[in-house]
Structures are given as structure tokens and as C-alpha cells.
């Protein structure tokens, strides 16, 4: 069974930074590209970054280019989001997706932005 | 960046009855269109892809039809479990893959 499970969410202050991870399993994670979608409170979904299988091809949405860095650890079937210089509007819920087709997801890990 | 636009905002249906929902591209998308649902508090699944293909595990009363610029996914008898939100998205000129703003669908 497919299973996404993302943590590192919390509380932090604009400014601050944050790290998440993805761990994934029940099935080959290095042969699929994964995303980082975030869903702010009440809202729809929007498109964070994008990594592909070996890391060779990395692309991020301009809201959050210079500050988000994704990374991957094939070894340990995880998935990363480095999140710098967080502002209010960065607030959500962060999910991670297989591949360009989204056909799995985690259960999305919160990240709230506030003073 | 392709804007994507779903109509009605929300829809009331009756459980039994048919839902249609709609989306449009801004440029044609091709057939490289998704339809995803999500339920409150739970992570979106991904119900269609290439605009009519169902994924796995999904039931056949959910259908999806279109190319280009107009699609429709069609939900032929509602049950109870079927009022969620329900997002397009397109994959074909990417990065950004864009969602549209959604479509909640509600119990008449």
C-alpha cells in the first residue's frame, strides 16, 4: 500500500524557518517525481514544487522561489521542504503528491505562520 | 500560467440525482486534465485523469468528458459520501501545474 506520511509542521514567527519531510512507502520511490502542495486555511490547492526522480530537475511556484529549497534522500525514501524567511501568507496545510499526476497523497502536515 | 475556472462555485444536488460540474482552461490543456475530490479534513484523492480516465479504485458513476478548454466531470447518482470539494487541475504546461478554485458540492 502507497503511503505518504508527512511531519515538521508547527508554530514558528515570520522570519523563522521550518523543515518538512515526507516519508514515503509501499512503493519504489526513487522511480517517481513528488511535489509539495499546500492548501492555506479555508482555500484551494496550490502547486509548491516539484522534484523530479533523481533530483536532476527541481522547479518551484514564484511565491516561494529564493526561499523553499526541496531535496530528496532516495536512500531513505523521503522527501524534504527547507522553508526560509516564512511569512504570514505561508500559512497551510502542506501536503506531499507522487508524481504529475498527484495519484497519492499524504494526510498534509500544518505550518502556521504568526507572531 | 493556465488560469482554470470551475462552475457553479456550489451545487446543490439531491442524493440519487446527477451532478455535472465544469471547468475551463484559459488555453487548451489538451486532454492533460485531472479532477481531483476532497472531503473536510482529509487529503485530496485523485479521481481522473487525461480528462476521462478514471483512477484506480474509483467507482463508475464518476465520469469525465472534454479536451481542450471545456471539461465536465459527471457524477451519475449521488451518495451520501460523494458531497466533497472537487478541484480540476491541468498538467500540461507545467510548472505550474494549476488547480481550479474548486466546486463544493452539497446536499439539496
Known amino acids: 500500500e502507497v503511503q505518504l506520511v508527512e511531519s515538521g509542521g508547527g508554530l514558528v514567527q515570520p522570519g523563522g524557518s521550518l523543515r518538512l519531510s515526507c516519508a514515503a512507502s509501499?512503493?519504489?520511490?526513487?522511480?517517481?517525481?513528488m511535489n509539495w502542495v499546500r492548501q492555506a486555511p479555508g482555500k484551494g490547492l496550490e502547486w509548491v514544487s516539484y522534484i523530479s526522480s533523481s533530483s536532476s530537475t527541481i522547479y518551484y511556484a514564484d511565491s516561494v522561489k529564493g526561499r523553499f529549497t526541496i531535496s530528496r534522500d532516495n536512500a531513505k525514501n523521503s522527501l524534504y521542504l527547507q522553508m526560509n524567511s516564512l511569512r504570514d501568507e505561508d500559512t497551510a496545510v502542506y501536503y506531499c503528491?507522487?508524481?504529475?499526476?498527484?495519484?497519492?497523497w499524504g494526510q498534509g502536515t500544518l505550518v502556521t505562520v504568526s507572531s | 500560467e493556465i488560469v482554470m475556472t470551475q462552475s457553479p462555485a456550489t451545487l446543490s444536488v439531491s442524493p440519487g440525482e446527477r451532478a455535472t460540474l465544469s471547468c475551463r482552461a484559459s488555453?487548451?490543456?489538451?486532454?492533460?486534465l485531472a479532477w481531483y475530490q476532497q472531503k473536510p479534513g482529509q487529503a485530496p484523492r485523485l479521481l481522473i485523469y487525461?480528462?476521462?480516465t478514471r483512477a484506480t479504485g474509483i467507482p463508475a458513476r464518476f465520469s469525465g468528458s472534454g479536451s481542450g478548454t471545456e471539461f465536465t466531470l459527471t457524477i451519475s447518482s449521488l451518495q451520501s459520501e460523494d458531497f466533497a470539494v472537487y478541484y480540476c487541475q491541468q498538467y500540461n504546461n507545467w510548472p505550474p501545474n494549476t488547480f481550479g478554485q474548486g466546486t463544493k458540492l452539497e446536499i439539496k
Open positions: 503528491a507522487r508524481a504529475r499526476l498527484y495519484d497519492y
Open positions: 488555453q487548451s490543456v489538451s486532454s492533460n
Open positions: 487525461g480528462a476521462s
Open positions: 509501499g512503493f519504489t520511490f526513487s522511480s517517481y517525481s
